[in-house]
């Protein structure tokens, strides 16, 4: 089982947010590494009693706040519902995923994990406007 810090950073690569992975395999696909930062931060939020939800994607009913999104009270998360928009904002270019600097385009590619890899998802921010 190896950890690993994934970091949501701004496009000036300003860092916005953190969360501790635990990976069990050498090698993951980008599919799976979104997956499981999904899982570890809908439970996160789940578990907790913050009413900002720090994750990857905003989920349904939810308020767009700096660096967050604002919950409901009481309000829980889906991680498969959340893993879905999450998968198909990847593909539709919502975000970007580096990993060691280098950024991967296909939600096949494996990649090699250990404890120095550096994981950074870098969210885009849609043009407002034209």
Known sequence: MK???IQDESMTGKLLNELL???????????DLIKARVYAEVAQFNQGSHPNYFGLVQPADAERVLNAYKMKKGAVID?????YVALDAFQKNGFFVLIDDLQVGDLKEEILIDEQTKVSFVRLTPLVGG
């Not at 992975?21 to 599919?31: K, M, P, S, W, Y």
Request: hydrophobic share 35%; no cysteine; aromatic share 0%.
């Open 3 to 5: 950890k690993i810090t």
């Open 21 to 31: 992975l635990q990976i069990e395999d050498e090698t993951i696909t980008v599919a």
């Open 79 to 83: 991680a498969e519902k959340q893993t």
